[in-house]
């Protein structure tokens, strides 16, 4: 995985953040401290959970995460799913991922799981929260997909709010798949419901000026950026090597 993905930990740039430079937003609540279990280190997901959540149990710690690409769904929404996997195996608080983009939903392509109740459905009936979420493996990893999206019947502002406050009740931590932010009032949307997004950029296809742009607009939405994500990276030279520069 490490020939393809890795964090921006070592880019100085301007255009990108580092995962442990960038401030977190307070979450309502302090939350279950996560015991992390021994895993392979050098995995770049796993060094992804282990950064976005090295403060749980500290109120500086992050609760609902949300993962947003720049204009694509496809890679965010795997990253989110592996992010999930890895999260719920490190540790026994509960995990929920979340498709939260109704829009284009991938993430139970990649989980390998059915799509026909989830979100769109708790947003539009009664019934704990809980209902909607389907245990995926072991006893701590569920997810709520995005279930049948009826288009152009969306649900106000307030029911999301309502149905978000409800997640982070019911579980310790909750993953977000959402929208690509070129869907700039969904993916905004859903970003306010986070504690922070980390944004997914796409090697050798996410220009400069359009990561800039990104950052931008989630600045003027006062969405928290805990970070960024190198995606399809590829290396001209031995990556043994390059490890070393």
Same mark, same amino acid.
């Given at each position: 995985m490490s020939k393809n993905f890795e964090l921006l930990q070592r880019v100085t740039k301007e255009d990108y953040f580092k995962l442990s430079d960038v401030s977190v937003a307070a979450p309502q609540k302090a939350h279950p401290a996560i015991p992390f279990k021994k895993v392979p280190p050098d995995t770049e997901i796993t060094k992804l959970v282990q950064r976005l959540f090295s403060q749980a149990g500290k109120s500086s710690g992050p609760k609902v995460v949300s993962f947003s690409g720049i204009a694509r769904d496809d890679r965010s929404s795997w990253i989110c799913a592996r992010a999930g996997e890895a999260l719920a195996e490190q540790s026994e608080a509960s995990v929920c991922i979340v498709e939260a983009n109704l829009w284009s939903p991938?993430?139970?392509?990649?989980?390998?799981?059915?799509?026909?109740?989830?979100?769109?459905?708790? /947003? *539009? *009936? #009664?019934?704990?929260? !809980? #209902?909607?979420?389907?245990?995926?493996?072991?006893? #701590?990893?569920?997810?709520?997909?995005?279930? /049948?999206?009826?288009?152009?019947?969306?649900?106000?502002?307030? !029911?999301?709010q309502e149905r978000f406050a409800e997640l982070r009740e019911a579980f310790d931590y909750i993953l977000l798949s959402a929208p690509a932010l070129s869907r700039e009032t969904e993916a905004t949307l859903i970003a306010q419901l986070a504690d922070g997004v980390v944004l997914i950029v796409e090697a050798h296809h996410s220009r400069r000026e359009t990561v800039r742009r990104a950052k931008e607009q989630l600045e003027s939405a006062r969405v928290r950026l805990l970070g960024a994500v190198l995606d399809q990276r590829t290396f001209p030279i031995p990556e043994k090597l390059y490890r070393r520069l």
């Open positions: 991938q993430l139970h392509v990649h989980l390998g799981a059915a799509n026909q109740i989830g979100l769109a459905e708790a /947003l *539009t *009936t #009664n019934g704990p929260i !809980r #209902n909607f979420a389907f245990l995926l493996g072991g006893q #701590n990893l569920w997810l709520i997909p995005s279930g /049948l999206v009826k288009p152009g019947s969306y649900p106000p502002m307030e !029911r999301f």
